[in-house]
């Protein structure tokens, strides 16, 4: 079983940056993401990555913007976000235990933490 918990989130103006961490905690997960829900509509992917250096795919609104990296002493994934806007306001969830075909589908998707909330002022 794989437990996980992010924190980091807050509220920033557009433009800003914030960097989400995520611990794990109990079993290993080999691939790890995030995804986040804008405020009244579903799951989006953000990024999926395979540790220890494996592949790493970003979702289009992500890519050149956000960064995943790991600290694997700390067993902590980080995500760091760059030139935020409004469309980035989302409650963002730490992922693990993947099990599917499509690391930007939430279905394969096991493990998920509480969420911890970004919130991007223009």
């Known amino acids: 079983q794989v437990y996980l918990v992010e924190s980091g989130g807050g509220s920033v103006q557009a433009g800003g940056s914030l960097r989400l961490s995520c611990t794990a905690s109990?079993?290993?997960?080999?691939?790890m993401g995030w995804f986040r829900q804008p405020p009244g509509k579903g799951l989006e992917g953000v990024v999926g990555?395979?540790?220890?250096?494996?592949?790493?795919w970003y979702a289009d609104s992500a890519k050149g913007r956000f960064t995943i990296s790991e600290d694997n002493h700390k067993r902590t994934v980080y995500l760091q976000m760059n030139s935020l806007n409004s469309e980035d306001t989302a409650k963002y969830f730490c992922?693990?235990?993947?099990?599917?075909?499509?690391?930007?589908?939430?279905?394969?998707?096991?493990?998920w933490g509480p969420g911890t909330q970004v919130t991007v002022s223009s």
């Open positions: 109990g079993g290993y997960s080999n691939y």
């Open positions: 990555f395979q540790r220890g250096g494996g592949g790493t």
């Open positions: 992922v693990g235990d993947f099990r599917g075909s499509k690391l930007l589908d939430p279905e394969g998707w096991k493990a």
